[in-house]
């Protein structure tokens, strides 16, 4: 079983810049894809971004591409998204999921981690 601990979110100015980070307990972190997801008040959880095994294959949303960047450190433990030119229409709790199939869709994912704030300013 996974657990799943995000980090890096805050507020920040448009146009700014922001890495976010999910801790994985346990030692299998290197067998699940890992994925972002994010959620606004009154709307479903939406993908951003996706990332398999080894790291060598990425899928991100539209909206997302060129501005975001998924990455994991499979020594660590740890996956990442980094986020630049950031718009106030990415404010949301961004969420990291671990899944063993490789897939966008939200219910493939089985393990969660408790969210992270992030606020951007205009």
């Known amino acids: 079983q996974a657990q799943l601990l995000e980090s890096g979110g805050g507020l920040v100015q448009a146009g700014g810049s922001l890495r976010l980070s999910c801790a994985a307990s346990?030692?299998?972190?290197?067998?699940?894809?890992m994925a972002w997801y994010r959620q606004t008040p009154g709307k479903e959880r939406g993908f951003v971004a996706a990332?398999?095994?080894?790291?060598?294959?990425?899928r991100y949303a539209d909206s997302m591409k060129g501005r975001f960047t998924i990455s994991r450190n499979n020594a660590k433990n740890t996956a990442y998204l980094q986020m630049n030119s950031l718009k106030p229409e990415d404010t949301a709790v961004y969420y990291c999921?671990?899944?063993?199939?490789?897939?966008?869709?939200?219910?493939?994912?089985?393990?969660w981690g408790q969210g992270t704030q992030v606020t951007v300013s205009s």
């Open positions: 990332i398999t095994l080894s790291g060598g294959s990425t």
């Open positions: 346990g030692r299998t972190f290197s067998t699940y894809n």
């Open positions: 999921a671990a899944s063993r199939s490789w897939s966008t869709d939200f219910g493939t994912y089985v393990y």
